[in-house]
Structures are given as C-alpha cells and as structure tokens.
C-alpha cells in the first residue's frame, strides 16, 4: 500500500541548531516528493519538491533535503533554525502522471527554543 | 495574484446537518483539490477537479461531494454530517495541465460539528 511516514511527531530544538526531519515512503515507484510548512491558521506553503535529477534539493526558506532511493526516504534538512520555523512540516508523495491524489504524512510538529 | 480563497473560515453545525463549503482557486488555475485535515491522520485526499470534471477521488463516503462550476470555483458539500466530520477542509489549486504542477493552499474551512 501506498504510504507517507514521519516517524517523528514532535521535534523540539534551540534556535541557531540544525534540523532534520525524517519521511519515508512506501511506493510503486519513484514517486514525486515534497515538503510543505503550515503555520497556524494558514494552508500549507510548498518548501521543495523532488521531480528527478540530483537528489539533493534546495527550497525556500535555507531547507533543503535530499531523496535517497535505497532507503525510500527524503528527509528534510536545515543547518540553522529560526523561530519563525516553528511549524508543522508535512512530507507528501504524488504520482509521476497527471493527478493530484497526493499522499501526505502525518506531520512533524516542529518547536524551536529561544 | 490572488491566492487561492475559502469561505467560510469557520463552520460550527449539529450532526445529520449538512454543510457546503467554497473554494475558489487562483485565476488560471482550472485544478481544484480538496483535503480533509484531523490530528493524527494528517491530510486525507477527498476529490480533485478539473474543468467541471471530477478527475481523481479518495476513499471517502459518498456523503462527500463536490463540484466546479465554469469559472473553476469549487464547492464541497457534506450531507448527514458526522461528529467525525469536525476538521480543517483545506482546498488546493494548480493549473493542472502537467505532472507535478505545485498545488497552492487555501488557509481552510474548519468545521466542527457538534
């Protein structure tokens, strides 16, 4: 079965240290991958997506991460956090044809300490 | 560009009630998607659209519909409501016309029913 795994439901980390947020991903086939960030009251916001290509990607925001088949993960990471980063981060795969059925994780509540 | 709207922002109804939420996408975008999101199970797939056309649908009751009228404006109705039903409905538009457009969020209706 298709699926989308954040093993991690809440992360708490200090301002100024790094950041790595864990997805991994039971699929057919190599699938689209993103991440998205939604603040409170707000929608989700497109942080990067992985299509094809080098596998590591860059977004917005300084995030980047980096898809590795062998391990059916793309983890998300940042090499220095800001409060503003205090979100939650959802990780979600979507078929390489034209569909929008989008398979999401169940999010990672991100904390960051002043 | 106009982001992507819903109205209303809040929704407060009794169970066997029904509900119609709107969704109206950004202009040029003909692709409307609809998510239901709840604690713990993160972003569940309801129904996409495409120029008036269902083209993609969940696993959901058929107490869940949906339409898209001419000018890509979305609507979502759900019948017979449920307290199971209490979530944040969020809609999602893309331009739809290849693989891997980015979906756009609306900050979401949250209905809760009591």
């Known amino acids: 079965a298709q699926s989308v795994t954040q093993p991690d439901i809440h992360i708490t980390v200090s301002e100024g240290a790094s950041l790595e947020l864990r997805c991994n991903y039971s699929?057919?086939?190599?699938?689209?991958l993103f991440w998205y960030v939604q603040s409170p009251g707000q929608g989700l916001q497109l942080l990067l997506k992985?299509?094809?290509?080098?596998?590591l990607v860059q977004g917005i925001k300084g995030f980047e991460a980096e898809f590795k088949r062998s391990q059916s993960s793309f983890n998300l990471r940042k090499p220095s956090v800001h409060w503003s980063d205090a979100a939650e981060y959802f990780c979600?795969?979507?078929?390489?044809?034209?569909?929008?059925?989008?398979?999401f994780g169940t999010g990672t509540r991100l904390k960051v300490l002043a | 560009k106009a982001g992507v709207t819903q109205t209303p922002r809040y929704l407060i109804k009794t169970r066997g009630q029904q509900v119609t939420l709107s969704c109206s996408p950004i202009?040029?975008?003909?692709?409307v998607s609809w998510y239901q999101q709840t604690p713990g199970q993160g972003l569940q797939f309801l129904f996409e659209?495409?120029?008036?056309?269902?083209?993609n649908k969940g696993n959901f009751p058929g107490r869940f519909s949906g339409r898209q009228f001419s000018n890509s404006r979305s609507e979502m109705n759900v019948s017979t409501l449920e307290l199971g039903d209490s979530a944040l409905y969020l809609c999602?538009?893309?331009?739809?016309?290849?693989?891997?457009?980015?979906?756009?969020f609306g900050p979401g209706t949250r209905l809760t029913v009591l």
């Open positions: 999602a538009s893309s331009p739809g016309t290849s693989q891997g457009n980015e979906q756009f």
């Open positions: 699929y057919g086939a190599t699938p689209y």
């Open positions: 992985y299509f094809s290509g080098d596998t």
């Open positions: 979600a795969v979507g078929p390489k044809r034209l569909a929008y059925k989008y398979i």
């Open positions: 202009s040029g975008h003909r692709s």
């Open positions: 659209y495409f120029s008036e056309t269902q083209r």
